[in-house]
Nanobody, 122 residues
Framework: QVQLVESGGGLVQAGGSLRLSCAAS????????MGWFRQAPGKEREFVAR????????YYADSVKGRFTISRDNAKNTVYLQMNSLKPEDTAIYCC???????????????WGQGTQVTVSS
């Protein structure tokens, strides 16, 4: 069992930056691939970024590539999402997820956080 708690969301102007954190409970954090997903009102859940168990591999949605960076610190049981050059269309609830497979599909993830709101004003 893994519990995930996100933090770091908030209101920011377009062009600004935010850093999201996702703290995981348990001693097996390093055995999980981690992903970030987001969901805007009236839209489906959308893959944002994923990172492999060791952090050596990362993958991004085209919409955030070059602006967002996912990273993890297995010693701190934490995964991060650094978001730069934010746009109004990045406004959404951002959730982290843990899974045994390194995958972009949300249904491949076993554990989810409750999410943190990111709002980007124009």
């Amino acid at each position: 069992q893994v519990q995930l708690v996100e933090s770091g969301g908030g209101l920011v102007q377009a062009g600004g930056s935010l850093r999201l954190s996702c703290a995981a409970s348990g001693r097996t954090f390093s055995s999980y691939a981690m992903g970030w997903f987001r969901q805007a009102p009236g839209k489906e859940r959308e893959f944002v970024a994923r990172i492999s168990w060791s952090g050596g591999d990362t993958y991004y949605a085209d919409s955030v590539k070059g602006r967002f960076t996912i990273s993890r610190d297995n010693a701190k049981n934490t995964v991060y999402l650094q978001m730069n050059s934010l746009k109004p269309e990045d406004t959404a609830i951002y959730c982290c997820a843990a899974g045994s497979r390194y995958d972009s599909r949300w249904h491949e993830y076993d554990y989810w956080g409750q999410g943190t709101q990111v709002t980007v004003s124009s």
